[in-house]
């Protein structure tokens, strides 16, 4: 089993930065992709980005390519999420997910999910 703990969240101005990270216990995550997921009242999880297990490949939402960059590393069973030039419209809570399989923009595709981080961008 592996569990998944969000980190990095909170209030910012919009054009400030954040960035959330993603730390993995129970198992190793060096084989796992892993993705970033945001969520707001009412509406569903939408995809933000995701990165192989080896961190070689990535795949953004259009709406945060050039701004936010998905990153890992392995040694410290982390993954990162760092979000730039931030919008009120990127307001939502943040989760990480975890799969065995390749990189996905599929919620569906995920095994495990951490709790999530608020992220508030302020106009």
């Known amino acids: 089993q592996v569990q998944l703990v969000e980190s990095g969240g909170g209030l910012v101005q919009a054009g400030g930065s954040l960035r959330l990270s993603c730390t993995a216990s129970?198992?190793?995550?060096?084989?796992?992709?892993m993705g970033w997921f945001r969520q707001t009242p009412g509406k569903e999880r939408e995809f933000v980005a995701t990165?192989?297990?080896?961190?070689?490949?990535?795949y953004y939402t259009d709406s945060v390519k050039g701004r936010f960059t998905i990153s890992r590393d392995n040694a410290k069973n982390t993954g990162y999420l760092q979000m730039n030039s931030l919008k009120p419209e990127d307001t939502a809570g943040y989760y990480c997910?975890?799969?065995?399989?390749?990189?996905?923009?599929?919620?569906?595709?995920?095994?495990?999910w951490g709790q999530g981080t608020q992220v508030t961008v302020s106009s």
């Open positions: 997910a975890a799969t065995s399989r390749g990189p996905s923009w599929l919620e569906r595709e995920y095994d495990y």
């Open positions: 990165i192989s297990s080896r961190g070689t490949i990535t």
């Open positions: 129970g198992r190793a995550l060096s084989s796992s992709a």
